[in-house]
């Protein structure tokens, strides 16, 4: 559940939205599905079994599961940088979120039309100070949820949390099902167009749709492993896995189910980038009868869904903390929390201050470099060399991986030499052809 409330957050309900938006639609979210279980379950079981093995964080798991090889230790540290960036942009957006959350109470959105929407938004990113002072108010909440342990803090806020989620994400549903042009923005979602796809390009929508699978579940990084390694061995990994990514996959769908019928009620075109959750549901809450109370409680659960990543990956940050200093949890957490807050510094100052920074060309900011940075680059090759020291003999060797995927109730893998191969030589070459598209598609084209 812990692992399953990492994959369930802004991947879903703010990223997915956005990205199929950009990407097609409904012939994205077809790619997107492939992905998940052409690449996501593997690569998911594979993480889980490295961290459920080793029982400790990535810093120290690779070498410990394979003692003759040193220089796998280099991966855990590179994961640990990656887990840095992610939490110094994604601190940020779910800040913003935290900051709605406040201001939707205070009824400051209400019978705004669409153009006050955006001033609001815009509003917001001019402000350093608001920006930042949501930004530590998230990362003190999950710090302190961390500071208290797996079961007394993580385990006790996840589960109700995501039990809520789930409910309001149903009546909100049925709420956008209820607008009048809900069906068009349906079509676009769920009924694949081949005009769509030449909008954007077939390589651009394969690619986006892998790196989402590994944005989503959170795999490549060393969340997963950090959170496994506090499991036990009553369950198999295949079975595991599949519950992971079907739940991930249901809230994906929800929030695409609640988005793309608003947009297309009140005329807002699905491709607003990142921003898009923030200008189309507030619309959509203007507009509702006791829109204050939904569109409230759906931003609380939307921090709600964003700050259960934020723990596990903080969790992840502390973990190898404590394994690399020997700091105790309570004073790991406390360093890192001042860390965090400094790393996230330049993402708030790229949309205001620094905003004359474009590293990625025009349009681009520093958040989107670091997005570029761990979505484009530290999830897909993490997960290829997490695939490598499974499957490599000068690794932990594939025999061990998979007598541990089986480990416990469920379904288990074969051991047969196709599958094996899959692993091997299938799955680096997808990983490495898409991604060498995406940089294609970034830099040349």
Not at 30 to 47: C, D, H, K, Q, T
Not at 73 to 88: C, E, I, N, R
Not at 357 to 383: C, Q, T
Not at 394 to 416: A, L, M, P
Request: net charge neutral; with cysteine; hydrophobic share 50%.
């Amino acid at each position: 559940m812990v692992v399953a409330g990492c994959a369930i957050g802004l991947g879903n309900v703010w990223r997915f939205p956005y990205i199929t938006g950009e990407s097609g639609g409904a012939i994205f979210v077809l790619f997107y599905l492939f992905f998940l279980v052409a690449l996501g379950v593997p690569i998911l079981m594979v993480e889980l079994s490295i961290g459920r093995a080793a029982e400790c964080s990535p810093v120290k798991a690779f070498t410990k599961l394979a003692p003759g090889h040193k220089h796998w230790k280099l991966l855990g540290l590179v994961t640990l940088f990656g887990l840095y960036v992610l939490m110094s942009y994604y601190s940020v957006i779910t800040g913003w979120i935290l900051y709605y959350v406040g201001h939707i109470v205070q009824g400051d959105f209400t019978n705004l039309q669409q153009s006050q929407i955006s001033e609001k938004f815009q509003g917001l990113m001019n402000s350093p100070s608001d920006q930042f002072w949501c930004t530590f108010a998230t990362l003190f909440i999950a710090c302190l949820i961390c500071y208290k342990g797996i079961q007394r803090g993580i385990e006790k806020f996840t589960k109700p949390a995501m039990a809520g989620l789930f409910v309001l994400l149903i009546v909100l549903i049925a709420k956008a099902f209820s607008l009048e042009k809900a069906n068009v923005g349906l079509e676009f979602f769920l009924s694949p167009n081949l005009e769509n796809l030449e909008k954007v390009g077939l390589p651009t929508a394969i690619y986006n749709a892998m790196n989402q699978a590994f944005f989503t579940l959170s795999i490549g990084i060393g969340t997963v492993l950090a959170i496994a390694a506090y499991s036990k061995s009553g369950h198999s990994l295949l079975k595991e896995a599949a519950i992971i990514c079907s739940l991930d996959t249901v809230v994906a769908i929800a929030a695409g189910l609640i988005i793309f019928p608003a947009c297309f009620n009140y005329g807002i075109t699905p491709d607003q980038g990142p921003y898009l959750i923030f200008i189309t549901l507030l619309n959509m809450f203007n507009q509702m009868d006791n829109g204050i109370i939904w569109g409230s409680m759906f931003f609380f659960f939307l921090f709600i869904a964003a700050l259960l990543t934020m723990i596990a990956v903080i969790e992840s940050i502390i973990a190898n903390c404590c394994d690399l200093f020997d700091w105790s949890r309570q004073k790991s957490s406390a360093i890192n929390l001042v860390l965090m807050t400094v790393l996230s510094v330049p993402i708030v100052l790229s949309s205001n201050i620094l905003a004359f920074i474009h590293p990625l060309g025009k349009g681009s900011d520093l958040l989107s470099l670091a997005d570029f940075f761990v979505s484009n680059n530290m999830l897909p090759i993490g997960s290829l060399l997490m695939v490598i020291f499974c499957t490599s003999r000068y690794g932990w060797g594939w025999d061990k991986c998979t007598e541990e995927i089986n480990k416990g109730n469920g379904v288990k893998i074969g051991k047969s030499k196709i599958l094996f191969y899959y692993f091997k030589y299938v799955l680096p070459v997808m990983i490495l052809t898409i991604w060498t598209i995406g940089y294609y598609q970034m830099f040349f084209k």
